[in-house]
């Protein structure tokens, strides 16, 4: 081969590695969120330990729960700036996965209680909550997903209901039982029940007051005392690393 052919060779080589086609592409991960707040009783499941008290600053990694005891809750931040408000009695699970810095789905799964939101719109993906008997696809929106075992005397306290309250924004509420859907928007609130029925009306004050992520503030709201945590690293003298964690409440 003469040096021509090598040096068209070489070029040719070279112009296949940069090009999109010949890039290895980056591998899916599962989603990951933050506890940045947290309220008396709340555990977090782990495939390795089982339920573990969480803390301000755990990471919560996809298909990991989140459980709340009474009178208590946890304020929870995605990387997008999206939160959620996990109020009492109530347990969920994040679900999701991301490709780069591109979010390509998220899904927060309610077998009961309420859920407070506040979701960053993306160009792509359609944030999800769902339960036993509905799906809501969101998309920068700012609202509450609630799942009542036994109905809680919405609609009938022998099936289970779920509530979806839209405050500002839009989203798509099924009920996949009858697969029927609605569009939820503005001081609207969707109700879906274990029968297949599904309606959409005007939010009561109350449900308003339940749309978004604004952390009670008053004892009786929040039910105690908010835990607060922070680490840094450091070295001994030996120079190994060690964690100094403070905590505190107010």
């Known amino acids: 081969m003469n040096r021509k052919s090598i ?9 296949l590695v940069v090009s999109p086609a010949w890039r ?23 495939p390795a330990s089982g339920w573990t008290q969480a803390v301000p600053m755990d990471v919560l990694k996809g298909g990991q729960q989140v459980r709340t005891d009474e009178k208590s809750f946890a304020l929870i931040k995605f990387a997008d700036e999206t ?7 109530t347990e969920v699970e994040i679900k999701g996965q991301i490709q780069g810095k591109q979010i390509l789905d998220r899904n927060v799964h ?7 939101f506040d979701v960053k719109k993306q160009e792509k ?19 509450f997903y609630e799942h009542v075992i036994g109905g809680g005397g919405y609609y009938s306290e ?25 569009d939820v928007g503005n001081n609207q609130t969707g109700v879906a029940d274990g029968q297949g029925n599904l309606a959409v009306r005007v939010s009561t004050k109350q449900e308003t007051d339940e749309s978004g992520t604004d952390v009670p503030t008053t004892e009786g709201e929040a039910g105690g005392k908010i835990k607060h945590e922070l680490r840094f690293g450091a070295e001994d003298r030996a120079g190994n690393r060690k964690t100094i964690i403070i905590t505190w409440e107010e």
């Open 83 to 89: 939160k959620l408000l996990v109020r009492e009695k």
């Open 158 to 182: 022998e099936n289970d209901v779920d509530r979806l309250g839209i405050q500002s924004g839009l989203a798509t509420f099924t009920n996949v039982i009858s697969n029927q859907s609605v």
């Open 110 to 116: 309610t077998t009961r209680g309420n859920v407070g």
């Open 7 to 15: 040096l068209f060779l070489i070029v040719v080589l070279s112009a």
């Open 24 to 46: 290895t592409p980056q591998d899916k991960k599962d989603i990951a969120a933050y506890v940045i707040k947290v309220v008396k009783n709340v555990t977090k499941s782990s």
């Open 125 to 143: 993906e359609a944030f999800r909550f769902s339960s036993p008997i509905s799906v809501a696809s969101i998309r920068g929106t700012v609202g």
